[in-house]
């Protein structure tokens, strides 16, 4: 629907203030040289940071927790607000979306928490070094699954309204605003494209999510073993991921059933019975995070399983960078070509 207004910092600072009995509200926060998501309050609200790219946990774990008791989930009847998901996060919970509202097969656990949630979105306004959304045809500013985004420019907030949900709590709590100007829009779109540029700029020679679909497909087996060499199975990449949801049922006593996050990276994940394990070699197991995000995900559901986040690269214990690869295999098929 997007409608726009802007309104001064101190004004939107004091409205989080107010509404703190009503919402719990989560933003991102620096915490040394990292951005986290932590819960508002009065005496914090003024450092909330904005529009930085994504803060270090994705957008995911507020609608899936870790590990929870699927037979008694933890409920809260009190409403949310998550602010600060960047453009990537948004788009990655297509996916999860998919999944999980399935009209046959809905987790009431995940429809309840994203009905409850009013997601703010944030524009990015700069890059860091992994981020490659605009090679997989996102934006560096929301455009799918907020209900509001903010942009800060000149200690004003800029209100872009993007659906009913986003609406309703503008009118019902958003007071003292004004519409956006012809140049305050202007300088918004500047912003946005200068981002775009540094993006396509520093992405340079990374096939897009089509060909890197193609380039997998395609690929020998010795460039995945050569680089899940230094791959120590930790799964950072998969738990760290917006659109990763493989998960894990365990079953203990009292009828207690508890759903864990759980990843393809970790050894065992395809064991079956007589011990059997196709994805027991690590090569093997590293390539298989590639097909399931590129090749077989793409068959089965419309949303893209990989946003171009980064995190994978920057959580990466044994530093793999998958645009590297996928770089190498870009090359490789340009060469022979």
């Known amino acids: 629907m997007d409608s726009y207004y802007t309104l001064p910092k101190s004004n939107w600072d004091a409205l989080l203030s107010s509404i703190l009995s009503d919402y719990d509200i989560y933003a991102p926060f620096r915490f040394d040289d990292t951005t986290e998501y932590s819960v508002v309050n009065e005496k914090n609200v003024n ?11 994705p957008l995911k774990t507020f609608f899936l927790p870790v590990k929870e008791n699927v037979i008694n989930p933890v409920k809260s009847d009190k409403k ?5 998901a960047p453009s990537c996060d948004l788009s990655g ?16 656990n995940y429809s309840r928490r994203r009905e409850n949630t009013l997601l703010i979105g944030f524009d990015c306004h700069t890059t860091q070094e992994y981020c490659h959304c605009t090679a997989y045809g996102f934006k560096s500013y929301p455009e799918e699954n907020a209900d509001i985004v903010i942009s800060l420019i000149d200690n004003k907030i800029l209100l872009n309204i993007k659906s009913e949900k986003g609406e309703r709590f503008r009118s019902s709590w958003v007071n003292s605003y004004e519409r956006i100007t012809d140049k305050e829009f202007s300088t918004l779109s500047d912003i946005h494209n200068a981002v775009r540029e540094m993006l396509i700029n520093k992405n340079a020679g990374l096939p ?7 380039l997998i497909k395609e690929s020998d087996e010795d460039i995945w073993q050569r ?3 230094t791959c120590v199975s930790c799964g950072a990449c998969s738990a760290i991921c917006p659109t990763c949801s493989c998960f894990l049922f365990i079953e203990r006593p009292e009828f207690e059933k508890v759903r864990s996050i759980d990843t393809c990276q970790y050894p065992g994940f395809e064991r079956v019975a007589a011990g059997e394990d196709p994805l027991r070699p690590l090569p093997k197991r590293f390539q298989n995070r590639y097909m399931c995000k590129y090749v077989w995900k793409p068959e089965k559901f419309e949303p893209k399983a990989c946003t171009g986040c980064g995190r994978c690269i920057e959580a990466c214990i044994g530093e793999i960078n998958k645009n590297d690869l996928f770089r190498e295999l870009n090359k490789k098929e340009t060469v022979t070509i």
Not at 208 to 214: G, L, N, P, V, W
């Open 80 to 84: 949310r607000i998550v602010m600060g």
């Open 47 to 57: 450092d909330i940071i904005y529009n930085q790219p994504k803060p270090s946990s």
């Open 93 to 108: 919970l297509s996916i999860l979306d998919e999944i999980y509202l399935d009209k046959d097969y809905i987790d009431p």
């Open 208 to 214: 897009d999510y089509e060909q890197t679909s193609k």
């Open 227 to 229: 680089y899940a060499d």
